[in-house]
């Protein structure tokens, strides 16, 4: 309008539409229908209303999904952070019921044995790789010595080569410098155990004319002072006799898991020929 400022504009036309909307409300309530004036304001504000309305409604909907998303993320991220809980608690359980298991089998086996014996820990393998070794964390002031025989709840696994204070060194039998005096439970044919991979060793010096088949089963014969007698060594799985040959080739799948090894029995018996040399 000519001769208004901005600010006298707005606040004309701010008195115009409250005095229409006195002028509306004063019709509704004698029933009457609008008049002219209320006409003409209703025409002006209703699609100013319509979009206040409109875009008020849009503002609300955009902060709900927003709010919303906010807390479906901090949701998402709390359910994760417990689930990834739950998997940690599940697998600390399941290690605990695994090694409860094991140590079970290890006591029950224990009470099998007449000599005392000591539990020990296996910590780590040779680092050379040059022998088929474990590293376990007992030594000489548990009361290990040179030529301890080691064992588990499946059988044999070696004997002491080293010991330290506080640490000592397995040889297993299924290293090639290893050597077990064995028999066959059943048919008490001997034979020499020698080390050759993980899974197969060699039985040597099984008479030709030795009763042995596959399948029957292999046993300490608690000959040469290191292995009690009548421990697990493992199984006959091959038996093959070559002309002009004096003994069988005999192959032996040990009784021992030897990828699998944790926790080991040591027996506390000392070598009598290492005593009497001693002596």
Same mark, same amino acid.
């Given at each position: 309008m000519p001769?208004f400022n901005?600010?006298q504009?707005?606040?004309?036309? %701010? ?5 229409a909307?006195v ?11 609008w008049n002219?004036p209320g006409?003409?304001?209703?025409e002006i504000?209703a ?6 309305? &409109?875009?008020?409604?849009v ?6 999904k927003?709010?919303n998303g906010?807390?479906?993320?901090? &949701?998402n991220?709390r359910i994760?952070k &417990?689930?990834?809980?739950l ?7 399941r290690?605990l019921l695994?090694t ?5 089998k290890?006591?029950?086996f224990?009470?099998?044995l007449?000599q005392p014996i000591?539990?020990a820990q296996?910590?780590g393998?040779d680092?050379?790789g040059?022998f088929?070794?474990?590293i376990i964390d007992?030594g ?6 040179i ?12 004997r002491?080569?080293?010991?330290? %204070? ?10 090639q410098?290893?050597?077990?005096d064995?028999i066959?439970q059943r048919?008490?044919d ?24 596959? %399948?029957?089963?292999?046993?300490t014969?608690g000959l040469?002072g ?12 091959e038996?093959?006799?070559?002309? %002009?040959?004096l003994?069988?080739?005999v192959?032996?799948k040990?009784?021992?898991d030897?990828s699998?090894l944790?926790e080991l ?6 070598n009598?020929?290492l005593?009497?040399?001693?002596d």
């Amino acid at each position: 309008m000519p001769g208004f400022n901005r600010n006298q504009t707005f606040w004309i036309w %701010g008195l115009i539409v409250v005095i229409a909307l006195v002028f509306i409300s004063s019709d509704l309530d004698k029933g009457q229908t609008w008049n002219l004036p209320g006409r003409v304001v209703v025409e002006i504000t209703a699609p100013l209303q319509k979009f206040i309305k &409109e875009t008020v409604n849009v503002t609300e909907e955009i902060w709900a999904k927003y709010f919303n998303g906010i807390n479906s993320y901090n &949701e998402n991220i709390r359910i994760k952070k &417990e689930l990834a809980s739950l998997k940690i608690e599940n697998s600390r359980y399941r290690e605990l019921l695994a090694t409860h298991q094991r140590l079970q089998k290890l006591l029950q086996f224990k009470e099998t044995l007449e000599q005392p014996i000591l539990a020990a820990q296996v910590i780590g393998r040779d680092p050379t790789g040059w022998f088929k070794s474990v590293i376990i964390d007992k030594g000489e002031k548990s009361g290990l010595k040179i030529n301890m025989p080691v064992v588990n709840a499946q059988g044999v696994v070696g004997r002491l080569v080293s010991v330290s %204070g506080n640490y000592a060194k397995v040889l297993l039998i299924i290293d090639q410098n290893s050597a077990v005096d064995c028999i066959i439970q059943r048919s008490r044919d001997s034979g020499i155990l020698k080390g050759y991979t993980s899974k197969v060793c060699d039985l040597d010096y099984v008479l030709k004319t030795s009763d042995i088949v596959v %399948g029957d089963i292999v046993i300490t014969s608690g000959l040469g002072g290191v292995f009690p007698k009548g421990v697990p060594v493992g199984q006959v799985t091959e038996v093959k006799d070559q002309d %002009g040959e004096l003994f069988k080739n005999v192959s032996i799948k040990p009784a021992v898991d030897f990828s699998k090894l944790e926790e080991l029995l040591v027996i506390l018996k000392e070598n009598p020929l290492l005593s009497n040399l001693k002596d």
